[in-house]
């Protein structure tokens, strides 16, 4: 049974830093893909940034260009997201992904097949 399980998300300054944290179990973390999306209230769930299995290759949303960082360490199953200068629009719940290989299209969903259960984030002006 695959698992993963999101930490690091609270309630943050604006201007403030963030870590996310994003822990598999029950596959080969190595071989997937992962992937980050937010879900804002009241929006639709959007992707914020991804990162091959090598981490040879990172993708990013506009928004999140230039103040968040991916990253990963296979030998802890684990990725993470480094949020920088947090903007009140940032606020959401932050949701970490799994995809098997490389995702034909990176910020697409449906590309994911497995979803954390997310961390909250809220960042106040």
């Known amino acids: 049974q695959v698992q993963l399980v999101e930490s690091g998300g609270g309630l943050v300054q604006a201007g403030g830093s963030l870590r996310l944290s994003c822990a598999a179990s029950g596959r080969t973390f190595s071989l997937y893909a992962m992937g980050w999306f937010r879900q804002a209230p009241g929006k639709e769930r959007e992707f914020v940034a991804a990162?091959?299995?090598?981490?040879?290759?990172?993708n990013f949303s506009d928004s999140a260009k230039g103040r968040f960082t991916i990253s990963r360490d296979n030998a802890k199953n684990t990725v993470y997201l480094q949020i920088n200068s947090l903007k009140p629009e940032d606020t959401a719940i932050y949701y970490c992904?799994?995809?098997?290989?490389?995702?034909?299209?990176?910020?697409?969903?449906?590309?994911?097949?497995?979803w954390g259960q997310g961390t909250q984030v809220t960042v106040s002006s």
């Open positions: 992904a799994t995809a098997f290989g490389r995702p034909t299209s990176w910020r697409t969903a449906a590309e994911y097949d497995v």
């Open positions: 990162i091959s299995w090598n981490s040879d290759y990172t």
